[in-house]
């Protein structure tokens, strides 16, 4: 492993907007300081979330993937966030982590929103990613995801981790504000992983307002960097391997872990 530097791109998104959405965002990643290996892009960074699938929702080698391939080409770093994709006539809440090469890996949000709707007409996934990266093995989760430790589980067995680094991209409301930084320091603490959350800021057309609160956490809860809450900003930090190392060999929780799997999910149909 060596050590990760990640970009948490917090920022307002214009519902429905997709071309303006990508233009702001290509403003915000010049304001990189650093080459950064691995670049965050809120929930549906497209559209914001609960946008119409009907309307804004793209095949896969859509206009957003192509963008998305392109900012990781110009700037030699993965870039991953979620968009609205169709596959016939279902839609999914999909997570891309877009490699410089163009070549790409997907996660479809398992825990769709039920509270907004989203179950609606999001078809919820029923399959985990681990992504590797510089050593590390990334697990990579969507929003409402957060709330469901079994599915957040790391696992540990002769030695090895599942995964090194635990990520959410969201769309949380400033009302829940409280419940998304607490449950982000139990998930790093309990699967002994470092966390990254990275949440938008502004105003949807549901009226809701978002804060924000994007943080990086290392293993033990404590915050790498945090967003100051209601500001745009790209939050850079990096992660320290050597230091996730050092405190898996010196307290060894995992070894007591309870030992089970998820054998089965429903499709959500």
């Not at 050593?135 to 790391?154: E, H, M, Q, S, T």
């Not at 502004?202 to 960097?225: H, K, P």
Request: proline residues 4%; hydrophobic residues 40%; glycine residues 8%.
């Amino acid at each position: 492993m060596q050590d990760l530097k990640i970009a948490l791109l917090q920022c307002v998104l214009q519902s429905g907007s997709p071309q303006q959405n990508y233009r702001h965002l290509e403003e915000l990643m010049k304001q990189q300081r650093v080459q950064n290996d691995l670049v965050l892009l809120p929930e549906t960074f497209g559209t914001g979330f609960s946008a119409d699938p009907e309307h804004f929702a793209e095949e896969r080698e859509g206009p957003g993937m192509a963008w998305m391939q392109r900012m990781a080409q110009t700037y030699q770093t993965v870039v991953c966030g979620s968009l609205l994709l169709k596959q016939g006539k279902t839609y999914s809440n999909t997570l891309v982590w877009m490699r410089p090469d163009g070549s790409y890996e997907t996660y479809a949000k398992r825990h769709v929103f039920r509270m907004g709707g989203e179950h609606e007409y999001i078809t919820p996934g029923n399959t985990l990613q681990t992504v590797e990266l510089k050593g590390w093995k990334v697990r990579p989760l969507i929003c409402y995801d957060l709330r469901f430790p079994a599915w957040c589980r790391n696992s540990y067995s002769e030695g090895v981790y599942e995964y090194d680094l635990l990520l959410f991209v969201a769309n949380w409301p400033a009302q829940r504000s409280w419940p998304w930084k607490q449950l982000l320091i139990a998930r790093a603490i309990e699967n002994i992983s470092c966390v990254a959350g990275l949440n938008r800021v502004g105003n949807d057309e549901q009226g809701n307002s978002y804060t924000g609160d994007s943080v990086v956490l290392d293993a033990r809860g404590i915050a790498v960097a945090n967003a100051t809450p209601g500001e745009e900003t790209v939050l850079e930090a990096r992660l320290s391997a050597a230091q996730l190392l050092d405190f898996r060999q010196k307290f060894k929780v995992a070894l007591d872990w309870d030992r089970f799997n998820i054998l089965h999910l429903s499709e959500g149909k």
